[in-house]
């Protein structure tokens, strides 16, 4: 009798599992023939508390001057999902000798429609196609600089990364890529890259697009950089990398291109098994081309190209596979002499510390962030700002 009732009861459980595989079988997106693909998102609710003006009210990048008195508060308490993100991944196994990987991912950070961020549009975030063999790859789509291919770790700074402005060039932009690399435990890497050129203005609104002043030079942008890495940046590896940038831009006045250059170094690694380093230093001129260097100024008196140096450092101790707690300090020093020293900002400089916990699939975090911004105006001065984040959501 007990036998018998063992095994009714592995019946059951048999029945039972065929049920959820079947269930799972039909809920799954299917990909073309050959293939493998996978739906992954982060839905990201963020409650802020934001102590006085900034240029952005849910991901600020650096404090605005004071405004006159008599006004509204300064402060601001609010919610937003507008980092949330939503995403698929391609694979195909043995292209061309190689294997495939390819990623398309949307973000709701498009702009808000009347009513605010409670309607947030959505808008294209990263595309990445990859080819890649034992010692080389190709890779094209709009995807993280080679120069700057690092961001720091953060639940409040997702769609504007940490440290924007201050430190980091953080853009997505088009480009094709291609590299190689070989070694043993140690691999050395040369990565050369031809980008679409980005520039002022701001495009309008509209299906429309126009030129911008990159563009108008009629040459793209060229980076290339030299690595090296041990393996997986994401488990116990790292990477460090040291990279050159140049580009072209049509100038305000003048006939003669500018350039848009720069030399940058990154790096992410396991310091121990417990203990990850990010960073990342530049230096350069005509930099808020490849997003937000030089405090997010292109051009300094009479139109000339502003000069700036910066970076910035993050430490993250990870107890275990679901916690996480860090902070790191990031400054923009544009060069004085290209700005004007009434209106211009002279300075950035941006520090924070986050606590994570990851839940698997789940996903709970604080963080603390400050911005001190510098201005030539004497009556402004040095202007500081603090934003406190709580974020809760889910992956999948």
């Known amino acids: 009798d ?10 059951r459980l048999i ?10 079988t039909e809920s799954q997106v299917e990909p073309g023939a050959g293939g493998r693909l996978e739906l992954f998102g982060l839905v990201l609710l963020n409650g802020f508390h934001t102590t006085e003006n900034v240029n952005n009210s849910d991901v600020p990048l650096f ?50 429609l009347g009513n605010g961020r409670l309607a947030s549009l959505v808008a294209l975030r990263r595309v990445r196609a990859e080819l890649r063999w034992e010692n080389g790859w190709l890779l094209f789509g709009q995807e ?30 088009p480009q094709v890529r291609v590299g190689v690399e070989g070694g043993g435990i140690v691999k050395g890497g040369v990565e050369v890259a031809v980008i679409a050129p980005f520039g002022p203005p701001a495009q309008p609104q509209g299906l429309a697009t126009q030129p911008n002043r990159a563009e108008r030079s009629g ?7 030299i690595l090296a890495r041990w393996g997986d940046p994401e488990l116990l590896g790292g990477e460090v990398s040291l990279g ?22 990154t790096a992410r690694f396991f310091a121990s098994q417990y ?45 275990t596979a679901e916690w996480e707690v860090g902070g790191g300090v990031g400054i923009d020093d544009p060069d004085n002499a290209d700005l004007n020293m009434t209106t211009h900002r002279l300075k950035n400089v941006t ?46």
Do not use: C
Request: net charge negative; hydrophobic share 40%; proline share 8%.
């Open 63 to 112: 404090v605005l001057p004071p405004a006159p008195p008599g006004g509204l508060p300064p402060s601001t308490t609010a919610a937003t999902l507008r980092q949330t993100r939503i995403g698929l991944r391609a694979f195909h196994p043995d292209v061309l000798g190689g294997d495939f990987s390819g990623e398309i991912e949307f973000n709701l950070f498009g702009g808000q």
């Open 275 to 319: 203990v990850e380093v990010r960073a990342e230093l530049f230096t350069g001129q005509l930099l808020n081309t490849l997003g937000g260097g030089a405090v997010a100024q292109n051009f300094g008196v009479g139109g000339v190209p502003v000069r700036s140096k910066g970076g910035w450092f993050q430490a993250n101790l990870l107890p």
């Open 351 to 396: 520090w924070e510390t986050h606590l994570i916990w990851r839940p698997h699939p789940l996903l709970f975090g604080a963080e603390l962030r400050r911005w001190t911004t510098s201005y030539g105006d004497p009556a402004v001065g040095d202007v500081s700002a603090t934003q406190f984040v709580i974020g809760t959501g889910f992956v999948f």
């Open 244 to 265: 050159g940038h140049m580009g072209w831009v049509v100038p305000t006045e003048g006939d003669s291109l500018l350039v848009s250059k720069a030399a940058g170094f």
């Open 2 to 11: 007990s036998l018998r009732d063992r095994l009714e009861r592995a019946e």
């Open 15 to 24: 029945d039972v599992l065929q049920t959820q595989v079947a269930e799972q």
């Open 219 to 225: 040459r793209p942008f060229f980076q290339g950089r």
């Open 144 to 173: 993280r600089l080679p120069i700057s291919d690092v961001n720091p770790s953060s639940i409040a700074a997702l769609e504007f990364p940490g440290f924007t402005a201050a430190g980091n060039l953080w853009f997505w932009m």
